[in-house]
C-alpha cells in the first residue's frame, strides 16, 4: 500500500505541474494583452510600458514562468488586473461559500445514487416509472433543473428562496460555511435559512450525478447480488439486507467510486453556472466577472485551484479505490 500510495502522489505532483504549466501558457498568450486590462484602455505609452516591468512581463518567458510557480508555492496568488487586490484576499470569502456548495453537492449526489440505485432493484411498474425519471434526470443540464427548480419551488409553492446564501447576512462564524457556522453558534433559525437557500443550488447541482451515480451503482448491486457467493450466502441463512451490507455494497462501491472522481470535475464546472443562477457569491461567480474584465490573473488562479481540487480528489479516489480492492495496487 505504501508503494501505491508513494506512486500516486508522484503522478499527482507530476499532473499539479503539467497543470500549471498549461495554465501559464493559456493566461500568458491565450489572446488579450494583461497590461492594458490592468492600466485600462486609454492609458499613455509610459504607464503600459512601466506596468509591463511591474507585472514582470518585459521577462522571458522562461522567467515568467518560474516566478509564476514561486510566487505560488509561497502562497502568493498575484494581483487581480482589475481591481488591484491580492487575488488570495478577493477569494478569501468566496472560497468557503464554493466549498460548502460543493461538499452539499457531493453528499447529495451520494444520497441520491445510494436511494435511487435501491429504487431501481423494485421490480414491476414502480421499477419502470423509477427508472424513465432516472433517465430522464441524467439528460437535463443543471442551468435546466435550476431554472424548473425556481419556477416550481420558488414561483409556484413559494416554499425556498430564490437567491444568495441567507437572508440575515454574512456569518459570524470562523468557517464561512454558513449552515456550519449557525450550528456551532447555536443560532438555529440562522442555519435553517442557510440550509433552505443551499437546498435548490445543491439539488441542481447534484441530480445529474448522483443519477449517473446509481445506475453504476445499480448494475454493481444487480451483478453482485444475483453471483453465486450471494446464492451461498441466501443458503446459508443471511438475509437480502444483510446480503446488500455485506457483500453488495461492497463489490459494487468500486466502479461507483471511480465514476464519482469523474463526476466531481463536472460538478466543479456546473457549479460556475449554478452560481451564476442563484446569485451564490463563490468562485464561479467571481470567475465569470473576471473573464468580463479580461482578468487573466484571475481566470488563472480559479483555473488552476478547481484543476488542482480534481486532480486531488482522484488521487483520494484511487487511494480509496487501493483500500476497497487490493488488487487495484498491482494494476
Not at 500516486?8 to 500549471?20: N, P
Not at 498549461?22 to 499613455?44: C, E, K, T
Not at 494581483?79 to 478577493?90: C, F, G, I, Q, Y
Not at 461567480?285 to 487573466?296: E, G, K, R, S
Amino acid at each position: 500500500m505504501l508503494r501505491f500510495t508513494v506512486s500516486r502522489i508522484g503522478s499527482l505532483v507530476v499532473v499539479l505541474f503539467a497543470l500549471s504549466v498549461l495554465i501559464f501558457v493559456v493566461s500568458r498568450f491565450g489572446g488579450g494583452d494583461p497590461v492594458h486590462a490592468y492600466v485600462g484602455a486609454n492609458a499613455s505609452p509610459d504607464a503600459i510600458a512601466a506596468a509591463r516591468v511591474r507585472l514582470g512581463l518585459d521577462q522571458p518567458v522562461v522567467v515568467q514562468y518560474w516566478d509564476y510557480l514561486t510566487r505560488l508555492l509561497q502562497g502568493d496568488l498575484g494581483l487581480s488586473l482589475s481591481t488591484k487586490r491580492p487575488v488570495a484576499d478577493e477569494l478569501g470569502g468566496r472560497l468557503p461559500a464554493t466549498l460548502e456548495l460543493a461538499v452539499a453537492t457531493v453528499l447529495l449526489s451520494i444520497v441520491i445514487g445510494l436511494v435511487l440505485a435501491r429504487a431501481t432493484s423494485l421490480r414491476g411498474r414502480a421499477g419502470g416509472v423509477i427508472r424513465f425519471v432516472l433517465f430522464s434526470a441524467a439528460s437535463a443540464p443543471a442551468f435546466l433543473i435550476a431554472t424548473g427548480g425556481l419556477l416550481l419551488f420558488f414561483g409556484q409553492l413559494g416554499w425556498l428562496p430564490v437567491a444568495g446564501r441567507t437572508s440575515y447576512g454574512a456569518s459570524s462564524g470562523l468557517s464561512g460555511f454558513f449552515v456550519l457556522d449557525g450550528l456551532l453558534t447555536g443560532n438555529i433559525p440562522y442555519a435553517f435559512d442557510a440550509l433552505k437557500h443551499l437546498i435548490l443550488p445543491a439539488t441542481a447541482a447534484s441530480l445529474g450525478p448522483g443519477v449517473a451515480l446509481a445506475r453504476v451503482l445499480a448494475d454493481g448491486l444487480d451483478t453482485s447480488l444475483r453471483s453465486g457467493y450471494a446464492r451461498t450466502a441466501r443458503s446459508l441463512g443471511e438475509t437480502e439486507s444483510q446480503l446488500l451490507r455485506r457483500h453488495g455494497l461492497r463489490n459494487a462501491a468500486g466502479p461507483a467510486l471511480s465514476l464519482l472522481g469523474v463526476q466531481i470535475g463536472m460538478m466543479l464546472s456546473s457549479l460556475v453556472v449554478v452560481e451564476q443562477i442563484f446569485s451564490w457569491n463563490g468562485l464561479g461567480q467571481y470567475l465569470v466577472t473576471a473573464i468580463n474584465a479580461a482578468d487573466t490573473n484571475s481566470v488563472a488562479t480559479i483555473s488552476l485551484l478547481l484543476g488542482a481540487v480534481y486532480v486531488v480528489v482522484n488521487t483520494l479516489v484511487d487511494l480509496g479505490l487501493a483500500v476497497l480492492d487490493p488488487r487495484v495496487r498491482l494494476s
